[in-house]
């Protein structure tokens, strides 16, 4: 999925908080947004996703507005992931069973993406019964297990051991090599963007700087 971003303003109060005139994510890339603290990073992320529709301008997703296919398609992992208190393997499937996939074939998937995300031993485990890195590790499973078209990532990192880590990048590149799905992940760290991403998107101030 491209995005497309013209004469974007969010304002907090008398704040400027985004201002983008014009800005393109490629299809089918891995794109990082990295800056300092306060640069407007989720805010961007969120007006994406639609969370926040309070912004003037234009966003537009292989050339149409936000609509009901177009949030069927995507998902969001956000810094702190919130999980149902029911058991991870529940947590997973939740998106196939909103879709309405065969019980099956939702078997399958949640299968394959817990072997992935090396998450067997979690899948009795009610999600708010995990660690930190755990419950990203579930979160990511959940987002990658329905294979969006765009895959939003909020820090899906901060704050975790580097083995999981290791495992969350592994997973987030096989993820686009597999199914050409759009990335867009925010992160402090200009290491993991150089890592992992194709194209790197600098704020600062709310501004997309060279």
Do not use: W
């Not at 912004?55 to 702190?80: C, I, W």
């Not at 997973?92 to 019980?103: G, S």
């Not at 755990?134 to 975790?160: G, H």
């Amino acid at each position: 999925m491209e995005l497309n971003i013209e004469n974007l303003h969010k304002k907090y109060g008398d704040k400027a908080i985004l201002d983008i005139p014009l800005l393109t994510v490629e299809e089918g890339k891995i794109t990082g947004i990295t800056g300092p603290n306060g640069s407007g990073k989720s805010t961007l992320l969120n007006t994406i996703s639609g969370i926040d529709r309070d912004f003037h301008g234009k966003v537009s997703y292989n050339g149409e507005p936000l609509n009901k296919d177009v949030a069927r398609n995507m998902t969001y992992v956000f810094q702190k992931p919130y999980l149902f208190r029911r058991k991870v393997y529940d947590n997973i499937a939740y998106p196939l069973k909103l879709r309405k996939i065969h019980k099956d074939k939702i078997k399958e998937l949640v299968d394959e993406v817990i072997k992935r995300l090396e998450i067997a031993d979690l899948i009795d485990k009610r999600g708010h019964q995990l660690s930190g890195g755990e419950s990203q590790k579930v979160a990511l499973a959940r987002a990658l297990v329905f294979r969006p078209k765009l895959l939003l990532l909020d820090e899906p990192t901060s704050n975790i051991d580097p083995e999981s880590i290791k495992v969350l990048e592994r997973e987030i590149v096989r993820f686009n090599e597999e199914t050409k799905g759009t990335v867009l992940i925010v992160t402090h760290n200009l290491d993991q963007a150089q890592r992992i991403c194709n194209d790197i998107i600098y704020l600062n101030f709310g501004r997309v700087s060279d």
